[in-house]
């Protein structure tokens, strides 16, 4: 495919098209953007060709412009002083200067349209370059924004979950600890009597040993 063509192709258009069913669109824009840029400096390097070859042309026809004044310039010496000859040999090569003039002013014409032609095509290259590159890192922005939410969200979540199932450990074990204590205090009281209990106790041993005594003078023991 030829250089032109190539430019030609590569337009934001084109890359919409491929993007239309692209699983991977910043590879895609990528590629693109990687044929836009050798597709510039091709361009750029035949602009400098077509140019200086315009250039060379250009001094050509701008030569055989000057040998065909200088020419006539010594056609009118030579007539003037008589030497017809000189003259008639004067005009023969201004003749031919005059058609080499013509031929190169039209192939500096052809030329010179190439190089506006070859300059138009990198300015559009360049700004379509520029456009791709930019929505690209917009794109690649957007992605990035879009990555960082998500894990953003999932470190949420986390920390969420790990909080939740951490206050329900916290609960659980307080929970536990309050059982373990009300356990221990029930088995406590069950194995020793209230102080008004350990008081009757003794009061029934003095009572029963005063009536022991009693019984034992009521009988002379």
Known sequence: MSLMRRVRD?????????LENAQDPIRVIDGFLREMMEAIRETEALHRQCAAHTASVRAQFLQSDALARKREEQALLALRAGEDSVARAALAEKVIEEEKRDGYRTLYEQSRSTVDELENR??????DYQEVYHKRQY????LETLR???RMHEKSHHYASQGGN?????????????LEARSLMDVRGGYSAPAGDRISFGEDKVEQALAMLKRKLEGGH
């Open 10 to 18: 590569l337009t934001v258009a084109t890359l919409n098209d491929r």
């Open 166 to 178: 951490w206050f329900h450990r916290l609960e659980e074990h307080i929970t536990d600890l309050e």
């Open 122 to 127: 990198l300015a559009e290259l360049r700004r």
């Open 139 to 142: 794109y690649l922005a957007r």
């Open 148 to 150: 960082l939410q998500r």
